[in-house]
């Protein structure tokens, strides 16, 4: 564990940081409810727009993406670590990961999933 | 170590790569011959599956087992995904979805399903569960246009991501107590824990696994996801989450439950033979009041499974032989009725009971079939179903659990109500003014002759299938 | 050591609040915002039992990814917000389905679950913890654990092909 030392006081500076900054703030102006408030975002775009314009469901889709990929990236870690190690048959591992991920990704591109329009 | 031992299961996950690929390339008119990639792709992998080892040898690092059961559940699973290709052709391309993505998906699925039932490790099992359960979500839903089908993609989703999540909880404190990964190391190790008294941990774990596997196969009390997902997915996906989703939980307790829970012995038979008694009842009870043959079809999927665990609460080689047995003959039946309510609703018809009056005017053949699959569903005698009920009730009395054979006697006398009410309003309730004849495809044809001849072969030559049955069961402790 | 109790005392809290939170917040935002908190502290705790690659795999997916995906689930849904003054917790108590029912069952499968840990003697491990679990948890994944590993490849495939199945428009194409 003394290894992460220094990553565990970094931590603990941002988290002092961040907490005494949010302290503060709401020490000096104490909040009141109101319905500007209880909006889902206290500032920008409101969500809830009554019969206005809608998000495109892309968002969501490109949020999905991102997860899978992102599940797919944490197996590179481990690997690239001790890519030695593993060898030949670690190599062969993970090009039929790749491949098989590639053809997922090739799926998705040509149908649109990654346009915008 | 060396993938060879997986060909069939790398075949199919291949042809479903290769049908998305081919999405692409093949122009949308000619995507019907997708249908015959897929079909050409599962017979493939069915020889494969034939040509593997079937000694009981582990294979690539003990996470998995050739043996007969796995064979079987193989051939099973992939007889299961055929006949589900054959029928969806029409059905998706009459819905005007795609054809390639939907049969991919069912691969994958059925891949999964097939990785369940040969793992000999709870790691490479709960893998195979989760890619047959996300593949099946997807399938639930495909309809993206209808609402019924996006609420049973939600419902099946939630439901499915609860019970995954039970399931890996309890593997997890089993893992904890024990130590291993390896089902028959985790056996092992349960019989030296319960000694020193770590069993209370370990019989919560195997509990939360069973309840797990209760909601993937709609075992009584968490069966209730099952009608609307039935109902709202497309009719195809309907069969197969009775066939192949339930198929593959039978397996996985098979496999888990049977071997890790033997040293537990104990009264777990009793428990799980009150569990199958619950299940039959609630199935039944509920059945009788269904005006939508899909959610009927449902509830009696709900009372067959109720049979299946009977045979497995008696626990005996022949009380696993008999549900083997059962699950092939429930595989053509169930099939069958769901080909018969397909090729209808293709045609245009509603799924109501009502939209079925005068069905032997306007279409004998269907009518005919239909008949037969519920007589087999309901157990008369020269079908498939038949032979499954007799085999269950004859393993249930000489395993010495004779109040599940009763059990299902009684049960299979409350399913006549339901049966007869679909078959009174074929055969004597009146043609309707404006009725069509129907329509079928070649590949529908083929689902149902191929569906009508196993019920039947099942039921008048049923000892092909009972040795194979008996020969799988025999080495799975 | 005792430090260390301290420090797993403070995250253990700091994880329970936030999950607290979680189901009682007023804004949906804030329980997103919490739900973040609490895959944090989850991902400290993993972190603190020298599960240092599982604690980046949480910190990634779980605060990272799965986080991004509740945010525009969020920003998608037109929802209502709870804009009533009475305490939360007296109007939740009162109700079956969202009150005391869920308190009781949750507080039950809590008490069984800690009588049972402290009941069992849990096999201590007996190899060293290593310092950086990343380099270890690779052997296992791509020599024993291969075929899992491959067969999650197809999964994701799936999940990826699903996620182009249920949200493409017929007209894209």
């Known amino acids: ?117 | ?477 | 050591m005792t430090s260390t109790l301290v420090i797993f005392i403070v995250l253990s809290l700091l994880t329970l609040y936030a999950a607290y939170r979680v189901a009682t917040a007023h804004l949906i935002t804030h329980a997103a915002l919490f739900l973040a908190g609490t895959f944090a502290g989850v991902a400290a705790l993993f972190f603190m039992l020298q599960a240092d690659f599982l604690a980046a795999v949480q910190l990634l997916l779980y605060a990272g990814a799965v986080m991004a995906v509740v945010v525009f689930a969020i920003m998608l849904s037109q929802m209502r917000e709870a804009g009533d003054h009475v305490p939360r917790w007296v109007d939740a108590l009162r109700s079956p389905f969202f009150g005391f029912l869920p308190l009781i069952s949750s507080v039950a499968l809590f008490v069984i679950l800690l009588i049972s840990y402290l009941d069992t003697p849990w096999p201590s491990s007996a190899t060293a913890a290593a310092v950086n679990s990343t380099r270890y948890v690779a052997v296992p994944l791509f020599q024993s654990y291969a075929l899992p590993f491959e067969v999650a490849s197809v999964l994701l495939l799936a999940a990826l092909i699903g996620a182009i199945v249920l949200t493409r428009r017929e007209d894209d194409r």
Request: one cysteine or more.
């Open chain 2, 1 to 477: 170590m060396n993938f060879g031992t997986v060909w069939p299961e790398i075949i199919l996950a291949a042809v479903g790569m290769a049908l998305i690929l081919l999405d692409v390339i093949v122009p949308k008119q000619r995507q019907r011959a997708l249908g015959l990639v897929a079909v050409l792709g599962m017979v493939g992998s069915g020889v494969a599956a034939a040509f593997e080892p079937r000694n009981g040898a582990l294979a690539l690092g003990g996470m998995i087992i050739l043996d007969p059961l796995s064979l079987f559940f193989r051939l099973l699973f992939l007889a299961g995904a055929l006949l589900v290709t054959l029928f969806s052709v029409d059905y998706i391309r009459g819905k005007g979805r795609d054809l390639a993505e939907f049969l991919a998906l069912v691969c994958f699925a059925t891949t999964g399903a097939m990785i369940l039932a040969i793992s000999w490790n709870v790691v490479s099992l709960f893998v195979g569960l989760e890619l047959l359960s996300i593949s099946a979500y997807v399938l639930a839903g495909f309809l993206r246009d209808e609402p019924k089908s996006n609420e049973a993609g939600l419902k099946y989703f939630l439901n499915g991501a609860l019970a995954s999540s039970v399931l890996l909880f309890g593997l997890s404190l089993v893992y904890g107590v024990t130590g291993q990964t390896g089902i028959p190391e985790i056996a092992k190790a349960l019989v030296t824990a319960q000694t020193q008294g770590y069993s209370t941990v370990a019989l919560m774990g195997l509990g939360m696994v069973l309840v797990g596997l209760g909601f993937k196969i709609a075992a009584v009390p968490f069966h209730l996801w099952a009608p609307d997902a039935y109902e709202g997915s497309p009719t195809p996906i309907a069969g197969f989450l009775s066939v192949v989703a339930e198929g593959a939980g039978i397996a996985a307790i098979i496999r888990l439950v049977s071997v890790a829970m033997g040293p537990l012995e104990g009264s777990w038979g009793v428990w799980l033979g009150a569990l199958s008694i619950l299940t039959m009842t609630v199935g039944n009870v509920t059945a009788l009041w269904q005006k939508n043959i899909k959610r009927m079809l449902a509830y009696s999927s709900v009372a067959q499974v109720g049979y299946i665990l009977a045979g497995l609460a008696v626990g005996t080689t022949a009380g696993i032989g008999a549900v083997l047995f059962y699950l092939a003959a429930y595989l053509f039946m169930t099939m069958g009725a769901f080909t018969v309510i397909a090729s209808l609703s293709s045609a245009g018809q509603g799924n109501e009971i009502s939209d079925y009056a005068g069905l032997g005017v306007r279409s004998p053949i269907l009518a005919v079939l239909l008949t037969i699959f519920m007589a087999s569903l309901l157990g008369i005698p020269a079908t498939a179903g038949f032979m499954g009920k007799l085999s269950l009730i004859g393993a249930a009395v000489h395993g010495g659990m004779a109040w599940l054979a009763v059990g299902i006697a009684v049960n299979s006398a409350i399913s006549v109500a339901y049966y007869w009410l679909v078959a009174r309003t074929m055969w004597l309730d009146p043609v309707p003014e404006k009725a069509e004849p129907i329509r079928r495809s070649a590949e529908l044809g083929a689902a149902l002759v191929v569906t009508t001849v196993g019920t039947l072969f099942l039921g008048i030559l049923p000892q092909v299938v009972f040795f194979f049955a008996n020969w799988a069961s025999v080495g799975i402790r």
């Open chain 1, 1 to 117: 564990m003394s290894a992460y030392q220094a990553v565990a006081v970094y931590l603990g500076v941002v988290l002092v940081v961040v907490l005494g900054i949010t302290g503060v703030i709401g020490r000096l102006r104490r909040p009141k409810r109101t319905a500007a408030k209880t909006a889902a975002y206290e500032c920008g775009v409101s969500p809830a727009p009554g019969l206005g314009p809608r998000f495109p469901v892309r968002f969501y889709l490109v949020a999905m993406l991102f997860v899978v990929l992102d599940v797919e990236a944490i197996a590179f870690y481990p690997w690239g670590l001790r890519l030695r190690a593993l060898g030949t048959r670690g190599l062969l591992d993970m090009a039929v990961f790749a491949v098989v991920l590639a053809i997922g990704y090739a799926h998705v591109w040509k149908k649109g999933g990654l346009d915008w329009r």
